[in-house]
């Protein structure tokens, strides 16, 4: 995990994958502590950690200033020794890239935080998407902030209708927990009852690198 800046985040690339077969855990976090170091010199980044979650995938998630940093990262540093060997030990049929715009303002990287919960959706009906960001904040202010574990949380949207609700909480268990009580609160069904149910996707990501 790296910390660049404290600047506002105005973008997320969520990119998950497989390692190789025969690539050890220890293996994976050295590459992947050469590889943010030599990424932190890119103007405009923020964060990158590596993730994990239940089904032995991975994922580098970076924030920065703009979506155009982060895709200028393989240009920029995809030559470098550190990159390439990182990208060596990854299945790269497996690769995955989100890049998620951040539709709430003046968004901070929390600290103090080891799990990142990430779900994907569209909604029913497009003309719904303006009242994402008010269903946004009283999910946050009437909800997350009730709990000590809730570090961060945010709208992103992926393409015209596609859209992400992610959670940064201190604890993965926590985590997990506040999320099932969704179903339950009255500022968080208003949020499910716009999502299109067959387009959701829901995982649990725990940082560790």
Known sequence: MIRISSKVAKAMEFT????KADVTDD???AAALAFEKAIASQQGLIFHSLVRNYDNEYA??????SIQILKDLESNFGNLPSVKEFFQLIEMSSVKVEYHNIK??????????SCIEKGTF????TDDISKLKQISEDIENEYLNRF????GHFIGQLGPNLFSEVTIG???AQTKQICMGYFNDPFCTKLLALADKETMELDFWYVIA
């Open 16 to 19: 998950r994958f497989r390692k």
């Open 27 to 29: 293996a994976l976090l």
């Open 60 to 65: 580098n998630v970076l924030f920065s200033e």
């Open 104 to 113: 709430k303002e003046n968004f901070l990287i929390p600290t103090d935080f």
């Open 122 to 125: 569209s909604l029913h009906n």
């Open 148 to 151: 000590d574990n809730s570090r």
């Open 170 to 172: 201190k604890t993965l």
